[in-house]
């Protein structure tokens, strides 16, 4: 059974990543993408899906763990009556055709101290027992299809019972290396060694001069930091796309259905991402997203979906693995993501936002982009009035949902500030008329005035936290009573032990049984409506406490369960991250950080005029 999903911590090499548990347990990895098959595979199963420990053969052992400073090696700490070893865990960034890693090193700290190694390989998720043989060199070469594994160690390891295992002694002063590299299999030959010290070294170095580029944010700068770093971590290097996770089925609902993959690119996340790289320092990640943001959607605009692959694959076929029981029995397991065919209105606003704030950010012009956008304009121009599936990718019919209009807008309002600040040529004229008509339009619609609140869709008496992003965006003024309205129904209607609630999962909308956790990024989101209203200790205190739900290295998942006081949903979740870089940035840049997305508010009813700051 695997671990709780905080007691994990991840270690990546910016094409794909690992987590490993408390106990020494790498419990998932798919090779050699983020989004490729699974060779552990116990995190959604049991130790026989595949997973690889080291650990002392003592199973009472003391463990502390922690990454060492601003990078992403992990040490692990176990200590027992007999002395104490570091267990330091990471995967070298790969530099042209080398082979993909995992590098461990079991080091003697003090006395002597028995260890374990179990090795349970299973590619394709699970499923895939491979043939193991002994190279020449006594490496350990692993192979099923087209996968291929090599494990080099100086520890004498044999088979049981379709495992590699071994015992060996780690003494004070003594390092014990395991490399485990990936190749396909039809290469002419396996992974050559590698010194892994000097492996150590460069990713230490790699990660600390990466580090060092992050602004400072006063007394949170610790937290975003780490948030930062594990963006990094989830960013597809060739490519600069960012995965949302990188796992797939972690639940939403311990022991429930609400499972889905999340190692793709969301559209959605795009403006935040961009925002959170370019606040925290990180100019060429910025950069490097919004390349792929265009690539992605490039074509025509009927046909932009509201996430990609990795590489802007298009196609993401949603399909299930009946032979891995799931995290905690939470089924069915879920590769793929049907949702990628959903319409989606607010990716249109969202992809216009992002490519406006990069402009306005100092990213550089994008002007043949500027062609993109206006053929996209004139596809939403059309298309904007019909439902849609909204933000939260909901399986229970379209809607005429909130957010997804007040994105639509965004598409328009960005639209005209690219002309008036630019300089760039298109319909103004027009884009103005539609932004307005949009915006009555949601404002006749959307608000209800029997509980003083905008509502999830049009009416609708339902709640919705995406709405609470209509001030962040710049629709209308913190100040407007429908807005403050809003806000406290959401705190009335949504908050549970504190943290906020995506919508009520019990009005059976959505397609799905009811029940979820906390959405940590909405109520970061709520953080930044009490900034907004000057309400500055309780947006501190609430902050604090969304940091405090953290695991012990500082990864956050998507959802909080505030009754079972754990993390659910895939981890570490890049939107938590996200939404934490900039909440922290608002705390302490009150003046100009939250106008960067939103500009001067209108007053209320009318469009909003050009963005300051």
Same mark, same amino acid.
């Given at each position: 059974?695997?671990?709780?999903?905080?007691?994990?911590?991840?270690?990546?090499?910016?094409?794909?990543?690992?987590?490993?548990?408390?106990?020494?347990?790498?419990?998932?990895?798919?090779?050699?993408?983020?989004?490729?098959?699974?060779?552990?595979?116990?995190?959604?199963?049991?130790?026989?899906?595949?997973?690889?420990?080291?650990?002392?053969?003592?199973?009472?052992?003391?463990?502390?763990?922690?990454?060492?400073?601003?990078?992403?090696?992990?040490?692990?700490?176990?200590?027992?009556?007999?002395?104490?070893?570091?267990?330091?865990?990471?995967?070298?960034?790969?530099?042209?055709?080398?082979?993909?890693?995992?590098?461990?090193?079991?080091?003697?700290?003090?006395?002597?101290?028995?260890?374990?190694?179990?090795?349970?390989?299973?590619?394709?998720?699970?499923?895939?027992?491979?043939?193991?043989?002994?190279?020449?060199?006594?490496?350990?070469?692993?192979?099923?299809?087209?996968?291929?594994?090599?494990?080099?160690?100086?520890?004498?390891?044999?088979?049981?019972?379709?495992?590699?295992?071994?015992?060996?002694?780690?003494?004070?002063?003594?390092?014990?290396?395991?490399?485990?590299?990936?190749?396909?299999?039809?290469?002419?030959?396996?992974?050559?060694?590698?010194?892994?010290?000097?492996?150590?070294?460069?990713?230490?170095?790699?990660?600390?001069?990466?580090?060092?580029?992050?602004?400072?944010?006063?007394?949170?700068?610790?937290?975003?930091?780490?948030?930062?770093?594990?963006?990094?971590?989830?960013?597809?290097?060739?490519?600069?796309? !960012?995965?949302?996770?990188?796992?797939?089925?972690?639940?939403?609902?311990?022991?429930?259905?609400?499972?889905?993959?999340?190692?793709?690119?969301?559209?959605?996340?795009?403006?935040?991402?961009?925002?959170?790289?370019?606040?925290?320092?990180?100019?060429?990640?910025?950069?490097?997203?919004?390349?792929?943001?265009?690539?992605?959607?490039?074509?025509?605009?009927?046909?932009?979906? !509201?996430?990609?692959?990795?590489?802007?694959?298009?196609?993401?076929?949603?399909?299930?693995?009946?032979?891995?029981?799931?995290?905690?029995?939470?089924?069915?397991?879920?590769?793929?993501?049907?949702?990628?065919?959903?319409?989606?209105?607010?990716?249109?606003?969202?992809?216009?936002?992002?490519?406006?704030?990069?402009?306005?950010?100092?990213?550089?012009?994008?002007?043949?982009?500027?062609? *993109?956008?206006?053929?996209? *304009?004139?596809?939403?121009?059309? !298309?904007?009035?019909?439902?849609?599936?909204?933000?939260?990718?909901?399986?229970?019919?379209?809607?005429?949902?909130?957010?997804?209009?007040?994105?639509?807008?965004?598409?328009?309002?960005?639209?005209?500030?690219?002309?008036?600040?630019?300089?760039?040529?298109?319909?103004?004229?027009?884009?103005?008329?539609?932004?307005?008509?949009?915006?009555?339009?949601?404002?006749?619609?959307?608000?209800?005035?029997?509980?003083?609140?905008?509502?999830?869709?049009?009416?609708?008496?339902?709640?919705?936290?995406?709405?609470?992003?209509?001030?962040?965006?710049?629709?209308?003024?913190?100040?407007?009573?429908?807005?403050?309205?809003?806000?406290?129904?959401?705190?009335?209607?949504?908050?549970?032990?504190?943290?906020?609630?995506?919508?009520?999962?019990?009005?059976?909308?959505?397609?799905?049984?009811?029940?979820?956790?906390?959405?940590?990024?909405?109520?970061?989101?709520?953080?930044?409506?009490?900034?907004?209203?000057?309400?500055?200790?309780?947006?501190?205190?609430?902050?604090?406490?969304?940091?405090?739900?953290?695991?012990?290295?500082?990864?956050?998942?998507?959802?909080?369960?505030?009754?079972?006081?754990?993390?659910?949903?895939?981890?570490?979740?890049?939107?938590?991250?996200?939404?934490?870089?900039?909440?922290?940035?608002?705390?302490?840049?009150?003046?100009?950080?939250?106008?960067?997305?939103?500009?001067?508010?209108?007053?209320?009813?009318?469009?909003?005029?050009?963005?300051?700051?």
């Amino acid at each position: 059974m695997a671990h709780p999903i905080e007691d994990y911590a991840l270690i990546g090499n910016c094409e794909t990543a690992a987590l490993v548990a408390r106990d020494g347990s790498i419990d998932w990895l798919c090779w050699p993408r983020f989004d490729g098959d699974a060779c552990f595979a116990a995190l959604l199963g049991n130790p026989e899906h595949g997973r690889w420990q080291i650990a002392p053969a003592d199973p009472g052992a003391q463990i502390t763990r922690r990454y060492r400073d601003d990078t992403l090696v992990l040490e692990t700490e176990f200590t027992t009556g007999d002395g104490a070893v570091t267990l330091v865990d990471f995967m070298p960034l790969r530099d042209g055709g080398k082979a993909s890693e995992v590098v461990r090193l079991v080091m003697g700290q003090r006395g002597q101290v028995a260890m374990s190694c179990e090795l349970v390989l299973r590619f394709n998720y699970g499923s895939a027992v491979p043939w193991v043989t002994r190279l020449e060199d006594g490496a350990l070469r692993a192979i099923a299809g087209p996968d291929m594994t090599v494990l080099r160690t100086p520890v004498e390891l044999h088979g049981d019972d379709l495992k590699t295992v071994g015992k060996f002694v780690v003494s004070e002063g003594e390092t014990v290396p395991f490399v485990l590299s990936y190749a396909r299999s039809y290469r002419d030959a396996p992974p050559n060694p590698i010194d892994h010290m000097a492996a150590l070294s460069d990713t230490e170095k790699f990660w600390c001069n990466w580090s060092a580029g992050s602004r400072a944010t006063g007394k949170w700068s610790a937290p975003v930091r780490r948030s930062l770093i594990t963006l990094k971590a989830l960013v597809y290097h060739p490519t600069g796309g !960012i995965v949302a996770a990188p796992t797939t089925s972690l639940p939403e609902q311990l022991g429930g259905p609400r499972n889905w993959d999340y190692r793709y690119c969301w559209l959605r996340d795009a403006t935040f991402t961009l925002l959170s790289l370019m606040n925290g320092g990180f100019y060429q990640a910025a950069r490097d997203w919004r390349e792929w943001l265009l690539r992605a959607v490039a074509g025509r605009p009927q046909q932009l979906q !509201i996430m990609y692959g990795i590489e802007g694959e298009r196609r993401l076929t949603e399909f299930e693995l009946p032979w891995l029981p799931g995290y905690e029995g939470a089924t069915p397991v879920r590769v793929g993501n049907a949702a990628s065919n959903q319409l989606q209105l607010d990716v249109y606003g969202e992809v216009m936002d992002a490519l406006y704030q990069g402009r306005r950010g100092g990213l550089g012009a994008l002007d043949a982009s500027f062609d *993109l956008q206006r053929a996209m *304009l004139d596809h939403l121009g059309e !298309i904007w009035r019909q439902p849609d599936d909204g933000i939260w990718e909901v399986r229970g019919g379209r809607q005429h949902f909130t957010y997804s209009k007040v994105m639509a807008w965004v598409a328009f309002d960005r639209a005209v500030k690219l002309v008036e600040e630019f300089g760039l040529e298109g319909p103004i004229d027009s884009w103005k008329a539609v932004r307005q008509e949009i915006h009555d339009d949601i404002c006749h619609n959307a608000f209800n005035s029997n509980i003083g609140a905008f509502t999830q869709h049009y009416g609708a008496d339902t709640l919705d936290a995406s709405v609470l992003l209509l001030p962040l965006v710049g629709f209308l003024p913190p100040s407007d009573p429908r807005v403050q309205g809003t806000v406290a129904a959401i705190e009335r209607g949504l908050m549970v032990d504190g943290f906020v609630m995506r919508y009520d999962t019990q009005s059976g909308k959505d397609g799905l049984p009811p029940g979820e956790g906390a959405f940590l990024a909405c109520s970061f989101w709520f953080v930044d409506n009490l900034v907004l209203a000057g309400r500055m200790p309780e947006a501190e205190q609430l902050f604090k406490r969304l940091c405090g739900l953290c695991n012990d290295v500082g990864l956050l998942s998507e959802e909080y369960d505030p009754h079972a006081k754990r993390l659910v949903g895939n981890f570490p979740q890049a939107f938590s991250h996200i939404a934490m870089v900039n909440s922290a940035h608002n705390l302490v840049l009150t003046d100009n950080a939250l106008k960067q997305r939103a500009g001067h508010h209108p007053k209320s009813g009318s469009a909003a005029p050009s963005a300051q700051g």
